[in-house]
């Protein structure tokens, strides 16, 4: 049985964080919408409420049962969360003189097991505009800052299950010791074993494969990528070559991807068959040049050949998909429906001319776990290693219509930029990088020569999760011994002349990385 803490999302744009927080510490945990009903079981250990954007004073404001909660299990309020928490025992809750946001230093009051190891005037980060101005009865105080009265408090101790409350928020990187409390939380106060590891995921998951599927058999389209080579390789375990891979080349994968993807698959014991299927995806992509309209006929035209591959394998009753969990967050909101934000992923859902029954062997890891995992199965780390790619591939970076010239472009010169990043030490400290074919032209001197040439941006972003990114920040040294006269570093274009060494000129220009957000 795996152990469980269950996290009530009330929209804090922190809520992630939290979940990072326990599961660094070995402890599964899950997101849920605060509104959503809670199944209680014994692998359940504890709840933490998350922050919110909304006050608790608001005619609408969430809420929950916290009373209810707290007869099953220990929980800990964050924020929002805390605020709630006072307010519904008979607290009051007020609006502050000033929004609080920043770092404050903690004053311990009274030693509590939460604060075990933890110094006093650490470091903790703020933000809220509305304080708790009075505890309710049979409540007491833990800590305070300089600005707020009540930074921490507990209900007492009684028969039932602990009730904590933080004002601020542990889960940030600017709360010096905050992933302390939230490990004394889980250990000390709900019990938790620490047992949730790559290891021990590979042998639940494997075993939940086998009861799932039984003695049939799955299909499943592979893109390459991490998640669809390791969900593939765990479905792969459980039920050996009764899993039928499909992996299609559209046109505008990376430059000799399709073949060098193939080989690794069969190198690991994968049964899958490529298909190319470029000249197609070229048709059908032909004058389009809006980013969801190319998302749309790519997913379209897959789709189309995965139900023709799919007819010929009648045996084949499930669907294997890499679903992680930062697509089920992205698809679910805490108000209700929520945006569509990746169209072109299929999250949950398959054509109902499919039949199939849907198989998710990763559907609650995040990136980083999902490469932990892919190690622990003996996948290479070079497959493991590989930056994140776009569904839709090189489509959506080429800006505009879409052209096998244009794929072929961009391919040589994001090879370039790859292994650039690979020879100076840079790759695996960049989360994901990306060249981007601009719809532009630049009008330049090369040697003698006026040119009027194509221009590509060279992007990257570190990130841990996949839900949240920052840019590239690439050495001052590698830009300056390999600064090319004449032109500008801190733009975030390239030059690219295919008649005047294209490659040397990529290879001196690929040390400036432009920010930007995952694509």
């Given at each position: 049985?795996?152990e469980k803490?269950?996290i009530?999302?009330?929209g804090?744009?922190?809520?992630q964080?939290i979940?990072?927080?326990?599961?660094?510490?070995?402890?599964?945990c899950?997101i849920?919408?605060?509104?959503?009903?809670?199944?209680?079981d014994?692998s359940l250990?504890?709840v933490?409420?998350s922050?919110?954007?909304?006050?608790?004073?608001?005619?609408e404001?969430p809420n929950?049962?916290?009373?209810a909660i707290?007869?099953?299990?220990p929980?800990?309020?964050?924020?929002y969360g805390?605020?709630?928490?006072?307010k519904?025992?008979g607290?009051?809750v007020e609006?502050?003189?000033k929004?609080?946001y920043?770092?404050?230093q903690?004053?311990?009051k009274?030693?509590?097991?939460?604060f075990?190891?933890?110094?006093?005037?650490?470091?903790v980060w703020m933000?809220?505009?509305?304080?708790?101005?009075?505890?309710?009865e049979?409540?007491?105080?833990?800590a305070?800052?300089?600005?707020?009265?009540?930074a921490?408090?507990?209900?007492?101790?009684d028969?039932?299950?602990s009730?904590?409350?933080?004002?601020?928020?542990?889960?940030?990187?600017?709360?010096?010791?905050g992933?302390v409390?939230?490990?004394n939380f889980?250990?000390?106060?709900?019990?938790?074993h620490?047992?949730?590891?790559?290891?021990?995921?590979?042998?639940e998951?494997?075993?939940?494969?086998?009861?799932?599927i039984?003695?049939?058999?799955?299909?499943m389209?592979?893109s390459?990528?991490?998640?669809s080579t390791?969900?593939?390789t765990?479905?792969?375990?459980?039920?050996?070559?009764?899993?039928?891979g499909i992996?299609?080349?559209?046109?505008v994968?990376r430059?000799?991807?399709?073949?060098?993807?193939?080989?690794?698959?069969?190198a690991?014991?994968?049964?899958?068959?490529?298909?190319?299927?470029?000249?197609?995806?070229?048709d059908?992509l032909?004058?389009?040049?809006?980013?969801?309209e190319?998302?749309?006929?790519i997913?379209k035209?897959?789709?189309?050949?995965?139900q023709?591959?799919?007819?010929k394998?009648?045996?084949?009753?499930?669907?294997?998909?890499?679903?992680?969990?930062?697509?089920?967050?992205e698809?679910?909101?805490?108000?209700?429906?929520?945006?569509?934000?990746?169209?072109?992923?299929?999250?949950?859902?398959?054509?109902?001319?499919?039949?199939?029954?849907?198989?998710?062997?990763l559907r609650?890891?995040?990136?980083?776990?999902v490469?932990?995992v892919?190690?622990?199965l003996?996948?290479?780390?070079?497959m493991i290693?590989?930056?994140?790619?776009?569904?839709?591939?090189?489509?959506?970076?080429i800006?505009g219509?879409v052209?096998?010239e244009k794929?072929?472009l961009?391919q040589?010169?994001?090879?370039?930029y790859?292994?650039g990043?690979k020879e100076?030490?840079?790759?695996?400290k960049?989360?994901?990088?990306?060249?981007?074919l601009?719809?532009v032209k630049?009008?330049g001197?090369?040697?003698d020569e006026?040119?009027?040439?194509?221009?590509?941006?060279?992007?990257?972003?570190?990130?841990?999760?996949?839900m949240?990114a920052?840019?590239?920040?690439?050495p001052?040294?590698?830009?300056e011994s390999?600064?090319?006269?004449?032109?500008n570093?801190?733009?975030?274009?390239?030059?690219?002349?295919k008649?005047?060494?294209?490659?040397?000129?990529?290879?001196?220009?690929?040390?400036?990385v432009?920010?930007v957000?995952?694509?």
């Amino acid at each position: 049985m795996i152990e469980k803490i269950l996290i009530l999302d009330f929209g804090s744009q922190y809520t992630q964080l939290i979940a990072r927080a326990v599961r660094e510490a070995n402890v599964y945990c899950e997101i849920t919408p605060f509104h959503h009903a809670i199944q209680f079981d014994p692998s359940l250990k504890g709840v933490i409420l998350s922050g919110s954007p909304a006050s608790v004073n608001e005619e609408e404001a969430p809420n929950v049962d916290i009373k209810a909660i707290l007869e099953k299990v220990p929980v800990l309020t964050v924020c929002y969360g805390a605020q709630l928490s006072a307010k519904n025992f008979g607290g009051k809750v007020e609006k502050s003189n000033k929004r609080e946001y920043g770092r404050a230093q903690l004053r311990v009051k009274k030693q509590d097991i939460l604060f075990k190891d933890i110094e006093d005037n650490s470091q903790v980060w703020m933000s809220h505009s509305d304080s708790i101005t009075q505890l309710p009865e049979n409540f007491e105080l833990l800590a305070d800052t300089d600005s707020i009265p009540v930074a921490a408090f507990r209900k007492k101790q009684d028969d039932g299950n602990s009730l904590h409350g933080l004002q601020f928020h542990p889960e940030v990187y600017h709360s010096s010791q905050g992933k302390v409390m939230i490990k004394n939380f889980l250990v000390d106060i709900c019990g938790c074993h620490q047992n949730w590891t790559p290891a021990s995921f590979v042998t639940e998951t494997v075993q939940k494969l086998k009861e799932q599927i039984g003695e049939g058999h799955v299909i499943m389209a592979l893109s390459g990528g991490v998640d669809s080579t390791v969900a593939a390789t765990l479905i792969h375990k459980a039920i050996g070559d009764r899993l039928h891979g499909i992996f299609v080349d559209n046109g505008v994968l990376r430059k000799d991807e399709f073949q060098q993807v193939l080989d690794t698959y069969h190198a690991i014991g994968l049964n899958v068959r490529g298909i190319d299927a470029k000249q197609m995806f070229y048709d059908g992509l032909a004058g389009k040049s809006e980013p969801e309209e190319k998302r749309k006929v790519i997913g379209k035209l897959f789709i189309d050949i995965f139900q023709v591959e799919a007819s010929k394998m009648l045996e084949a009753k499930f669907l294997g998909q890499g679903t992680i969990y930062p697509d089920v967050i992205e698809s679910v909101s805490v108000h209700g429906p929520s945006q569509t934000i990746k169209s072109h992923h299929n999250v949950g859902g398959l054509p109902e001319s499919l039949h199939l029954t849907l198989v998710e062997p990763l559907r609650s890891l995040f990136k980083d776990e999902v490469r932990r995992v892919g190690l622990e199965l003996g996948i290479p780390s070079a497959m493991i290693a590989r930056h994140p790619f776009p569904g839709p591939g090189l489509a959506i970076r080429i800006l505009g219509e879409v052209t096998a010239e244009k794929v072929d472009l961009l391919q040589r010169a994001d090879a370039i930029y790859m292994n650039g990043l690979k020879e100076f030490g840079l790759y695996d400290k960049v989360w994901q990088a990306g060249t981007i074919l601009l719809p532009v032209k630049s009008v330049g001197v090369m040697g003698d020569e006026r040119t009027y040439e194509v221009v590509i941006a060279l992007r990257a972003v570190t990130s841990l999760d996949g839900m949240t990114a920052n840019w590239s920040r690439i050495p001052y040294d590698i830009l300056e011994s390999h600064y090319i006269g004449g032109f500008n570093m801190q733009v975030d274009v390239l030059f690219i002349n295919k008649k005047h060494n294209f490659n040397n000129i990529v290879n001196k220009l690929l040390a400036y990385v432009a920010p930007v957000a995952l694509i």
